[in-house]
């Protein structure tokens, strides 16, 4: 019996990075942007911000083209359509009179819409005291640099959750 063309093993070569020419390897070179045309591309300053479940990783560009503030690619007052939220991730830039200035990217995840705001509004602060220390007075009495570190208590066995006991009967 003949084996059909899906039973026949076709044999492939891999190709190596050793076994590339080294006109193969110049020309896959030229193509791929180099290291100092990726850093002029993307110049900002990076921080995370933290509030329960929730992280937010935050990126101020300086010196953008358009002013823009993203969250998780979309508009930041379509992404939080509550007004206290956006009162939330808007307000250190309001304390530090530099709303306008900056193109803000964020990448939020988990947690619900309020920790993850207070998640956004910690990374936007944090990032604000690296670009310019003298705002850490300003920030730092608004409460916008420390972490509030309330996290939901796990549940222990024995119990109905993290603290609740059951129920005592006498008989």
Do not use: C, H
Request: proline residues 4%; aromatic residues 8%.
């Amino acid at each position: 019996m003949s084996k059909t063309t899906s039973q026949k093993k076709l044999k492939t070569k891999k190709v190596g990075r050793k076994e590339r020419t080294k006109k193969e390897r110049k020309k896959i070179e030229e193509k791929a942007p180099s290291r100092e045309q990726k850093k002029e591309v993307e110049k900002y300053i990076e921080a995370i911000g933290r509030r329960k479940t929730a992280s937010a990783r935050v990126r101020i560009f300086q010196n953008p083209k358009e002013k823009i503030f993203l969250v998780n690619k979309k508009e930041a007052r379509l992404y939080f359509p509550d007004f206290e939220l956006q009162n939330i991730i808007f307000s250190p830039l309001k304390k530090t009179n530099s709303e306008n200035k900056f193109k803000i990217e964020t990448r939020v995840r988990g947690g619900g819409k309020r920790g993850q705001a207070e998640a956004i509004r910690l990374g936007i602060a944090r990032v604000l005291f690296q670009i310019d220390e003298k705002l850490k007075g300003i920030l730092k009495s608004a409460g916008y640099l420390t972490r509030d570190p309330r996290e939901k208590e796990r549940k222990k066995f024995g119990l109905k959750g993290a603290r609740r006991a059951p129920q005592w009967s006498k008989r």
